[in-house]
């Protein structure tokens, strides 16, 4: 029978629903908060995607202060044996950036439901409308910087051959014909794969099998640094999360992303 210690980083609903009641396990959902009032997974806790990121203009998707971070964590009853299941309502956006939020604090049990509540749903899985009862913890945050890409670390990183950024905005944003900031285009080298490439949308959009060979042919390949950014750090949460799911290893994610690359006037941009 699968434990909480045989959870990969990517699991099924099935796998899922015969721990709903294993101590140790915390579910997390990022739904929107109307669905979530509906239903959601027994026993899942909500948190609102908008306490993953400081809010602060330009750069809104930037990660919060400690302090920000301890409440939400802490307001989830977050503790270091603890093994958090995270799922979203959107195929994994606000799930992945959850996991490199995780891993921003160095909590290394978690896993991502694939497909979140959709493949919940389409599998016919139990679901409630009970809200439960978590007894708050206070987590000692310490910030990992190993997995955080600042605007200053890319531009030391341009033209290295063993560093490939992954841009996953749409391609009419890459081109600079879509621009939401003051300056559009994009890091200069950088390569594009829209995020929901990697979503396979028949099959309750699960991570599709032929996605490595898709960014291989891109360059981008577990032997290189992998820097993802998108505008927010939202859609990017996804691909930090699909990257980590093919085994990885080395990889960032740019939390100031377009938001703050593209509002700078000292970061070089290509069109």
Request: glycine share 8%.
């Amino acid at each position: 029978m699968t434990t909480l210690k045989d959870l990969p980083l990517i699991i099924e609903p099935d796998q899922l629903e015969p721990l709903l009641n294993e101590p140790g396990l915390r579910i997390v959902d990022l739904c929107n908060i109307q669905l979530y009032q509906q239903l959601h997974i027994p026993g899942a806790v909500h948190v609102e995607p908008r306490r993953l990121i400081s809010g602060m203009p330009p750069a809104t998707g930037k990660l919060p202060s400690v302090e920000q971070l301890q409440q939400m964590l802490g307001a989830i009853g977050l503790h270091e044996d603890m093994h958090i299941v995270v799922y979203d309502d959107e195929g994994g956006g606000w799930a992945g950036r959850f996991i490199w939020t995780l891993d921003v604090i160095g909590h290394k049990n978690y896993s991502c439901l694939n497909g979140g509540i959709r493949s919940w749903l389409d599998g016919k899985h139990p679901v409630s409308n009970t809200v439960p009862s978590v007894e708050p913890s206070q987590p000692a945050v310490t910030i990992n910087p190993d997995v955080i890409a600042s605007a200053e670390y890319i531009m030391d990183k341009i033209g290295n051959p063993t560093t490939v950024i992954w841009d996953a905005r749409s391609p009419e944003e890459y081109r600079g014909e879509r621009i939401l900031a003051q300056r559009g285009g994009r890091i200069p080298g950088a390569v594009n794969y829209e995020w929901t490439r990697s979503m396979d949308f028949q099959n309750s959009f699960r991570i599709r099998d032929n996605v490595e060979s898709e960014l291989a042919e891109l360059g981008i390949t577990a032997d290189k640094e992998i820097i993802t950014h998108c505008q927010t750090h939202h859609r990017s949460g996804y691909t930090y999360l699909v990257a980590k799911a093919l085994g990885f290893k080395n990889v960032r994610a740019y939390d100031g992303s377009w938001s703050e690359w593209g509002n700078r006037s000292d970061t070089p941009i290509e069109r």
